[in-house]
């Protein structure tokens, strides 16, 4: 017996020391408080969570039980401050969820995805809680708050009203089951469609299957093979491969074959179809905005928003498609007539020609293509660019810091500093794709900005891309999309870098969804400006920059097929309002109503057994649920904000500071309206768009 109670004891003993030992049980202690990824196992996030949800579920209660009258100090401020430790298991783990994944950690995040969701219902549906949130709220003009304090008091008070506080004790049941639910099913929407695009592999043995690809095309697919243990080619679905296969290879039935699998993703039956997942994700959002007393998802969800309601949405949507739609047929009868020429006669354009024939359009046009463009946009060359567009606009200074731990051998740390050499934030940069990173590109925060005790934290943020990666013989030379993808993202990132707000709830990013691609979208149009290329597009083994003469094609390129690109994102915008603008539950097939929601903006023939929806992840697991008409809505902003650049000077500091203090410090501290009036002089309109797209309204 006292062998076995000896043995009861170490056994505690030990456990109470993993317990210690789990790296997020405490501040990091690393430098500016970095994620010590070194530390991190996969064996410590459930215990972190289960530990971190306690502790947290006591700090509320602390708020709950509290016998001082509601105040924003001892209510709204004491619960943007609880939560320290899950705020810090969480952003890790489903950043890595994410960049790093594997099926350990999707394992983790369905068992954990319940839990967390009833934490979260506890806390919101707490009536005595939200008591105290509202007499806060009803007195936020009166008690003496900052501004700040009031907007921060009212999304609070708005999350609570979201998430089911207003409703009775059978409502709060009923949304509490709904919650859980949908959590779960937007998860495995995500896990499914990592999964698929993961399985695919097309590998070419023949030499003739390569017709039409760039020597940088087969040199990554060489790369790709041998990497999996394979000889030969190997093409799948990832951005770098797919994009490019589809359009340089002049093998059809290639493209055929590549098209048809990406274009099946989540609709091809089998463990990994998200057909039932869509129509549970959207009855579920809808029967969640009824339950709140809205008649759809849309109408729930844009109060929060500039849109403000669906009727706008599709103002937008419908005034873009009318003005866009001339060009946009026009370009697809362009490119058909170019490819019945190319072949030699009659040519039906099936989806999986689009890109290769109007490649050779553009190419016959303005002498420009990928190839060209390559070689000058050499991956630490095109950092150099992007970085140094900071520091000419904002004056920052960014500096590799090795002492800082990565999450990935290929990723990298930076210290940023701001224009008087003060340390601003950590940016965290994450380039090519691998099996356990998720598709596209994002821009992402292990920590907020926020203030406290008169202390500016600084925060911590990341942009994780798909980019072509080096081979043997070549560095990662980047696609001219690819370029201005990393604009973007970096957008994004400059926005969480340069915050400046008290609370992090209102920092940074967290803003209304059609405001935050403002930021962002802006940044891309520095790429066709010759006096911004010629800073850093040098050719990476001459050292020379870029020719004049293919700068101005580039220039001259740039509004290329902008009808069929605008016409591409309106079908996404259309298809997402489609599914949250329903009014009553879903039951039909997914592939007809997707078809049926994109009518307007049909362009080419649609392939009976394709899907968007089933790999949709930006809506169905990514946030935009009713939200992706949000870049459009940016983008007219976008254009009238550069409008102001290009009659100022497009490195102009008196621009560039007001659009720093007006638009990327500001966070959520004040409406967005309001703010863009204030760096623009007036509302947005559409009619820069226009004129920067060569449309005439």
Request: aromatic share 12%; proline share 3%.
């Amino acid at each position: 017996m006292k062998k076995i109670l000896l043995t009861i004891s170490c056994l505690m003993v030990m456990m109470t020391a993993c317990v210690k030992e789990n790296p997020f049980s405490k501040p990091f202690n690393t430098p500016y408080g970095t994620v010590p990824f070194d530390l991190i196992k996969t064996e410590h996030y459930e215990p972190a969570f289960e530990k971190a949800m306690e502790e947290h579920q006591s700090e509320i209660d602390a708020i709950i039980v509290n016998a001082q009258a509601p105040t924003f100090s001892n209510t709204i401020e004491a619960m943007e401050y609880s939560g320290e430790m899950l705020t810090r298991v969480s952003s890790v783990f489903f950043n890595m969820l994410n960049a790093e994944s594997n099926d350990e950690m999707m394992e983790i995040s369905q068992r954990l995805s319940p839990k967390l969701s009833e934490h979260s219902n506890n806390i919101n549906l707490n009536e005595k809680l939200f008591d105290r949130v509202k007499t806060v709220y009803d007195t936020r003009h009166t008690s003496g708050l900052t501004p700040e304090q009031v907007r921060l008091t009212e999304e609070y008070y708005r999350n609570f009203e979201n998430s089911g506080a207003t409703l009775s004790p059978g409502g709060k049941e009923k949304y509490r089951e709904l919650s859980m639910e949908l959590s779960k099913a937007t998860l495995e929407f995500g896990q499914n469609n990592l999964r698929e695009t993961n399985a695919f592999e097309m590998l070419l043995t023949d030499e003739a299957d390569l017709a039409g690809l760039s020597e940088s095309l087969i040199d990554a697919a060489v790369a790709k093979a041998k990497s999996r243990g394979k000889e030969g080619w190997l093409i799948d679905l990832s951005a770098p491969s797919y994009i490019g296969f589809m359009k340089y290879s002049s093998r059809r039935d290639l493209r055929e074959k590549l098209y048809r699998s990406y274009s099946k993703k989540g609709v091809g039956g089998g463990e990994f179809d998200n057909q039932e997942n869509v129509q549970k994700i959207v009855n579920l959002r809808l029967e969640i905005a009824r339950l709140l007393g809205y008649k759809s998802y849309a109408e729930y969800s844009l109060r929060n928003s500039m849109a403000k309601n669906e009727t706008a949405v599709f103002g937008l949507l419908d005034q873009l498609a009318e003005v866009f739609g001339p060009a946009a047929r026009q370009e697809v009868k362009d490119v058909e007539s170019f490819a019945s020429q190319m072949e030699g006669g009659e040519f039906h354009l099936q989806p999986w020609d689009w890109s290769y024939y109007a490649e050779k359009v553009k190419d016959s046009r303005f002498d420009l293509n990928d190839e060209m463009t390559r070689p000058y946009f050499e991956l630490e060359n095109v950092k150099k660019g992007v970085f140094g567009l900071a520091t000419d606009l904002y004056g920052l200074q960014f500096k590799k810091n090795t002492n800082i731990q990565v999450y990935h051998t290929e990723v990298e740390a930076y210290d940023v500093l701001d224009e008087n050499g003060d340390f601003l934030a950590v940016l965290y940069t994450d380039f090519h794709p691998r099996d356990g990173k998720r598709a596209g590109a994002w821009m992402t925060s292990f920590k907020e900005q926020y203030m406290r005790d008169g202390k500016d934290s600084r925060p911590h943020v990341s942009i994780v891309m798909n980019f072509t990666r080096p081979t043997e013989t070549k560095p990662a030379l980047l696609t001219f999309d690819e370029v201005e993808t990393f604009l973007h993202e970096f957008g994004h990132a400059l926005h969480g870098m340069l915050a400046k707000s008290t609370y992090g709830t209102l920092s940074g990013t967290n803003v209304y969804r059609d405001f935050v691609e403002l930021p962002s979208q802006i940044m891309e149009n520095w790429l066709v400006e010759k006096e911004y290329l010629d800073k850093f597009a040098f050719h990476y083994q001459t050292g020379e920059k870029i020719p004049s003469a293919l700068l101005q094609k580039i220039v001259d390129a740039s509004n290329f097929n902008t009808g069929y690109l605008t016409f591409r994102q309106l079908s996404f915008g259309y298809l997402d309002m489609a599914w949250h603008s329903l009014e009553t539950p879903f039951e039909g097939e997914v592939r007809t109503f997707e078809q049926d929601a994109m009518v307007r903006v049909k362009l080419l023939p649609v392939m009976s057994e394709a899907c968007i929806s089933t790999s949709f992840s930006h809506i169905f697991s990514g946030g935009y649920a009713a939200g992706y008409y949000s870049y459009k809505w940016s983008e007219v902003m976008d254009a009238d904000a550069f409008s102001v650049f290009k009659k100022n000077g497009i490195f102009d500091k008196e621009t560039a500071h007001s659009f720093r203090i007006n638009i990327l410090e500001k966070g959520n501290t004040e409406d967005p309206t309001i703010l863009f009036k204030r760096f623009r002089g007036q509302e947005p309109s559409v009619d820069a768009l226009l004129r920067r797209s060569g449309i005439n309204n």
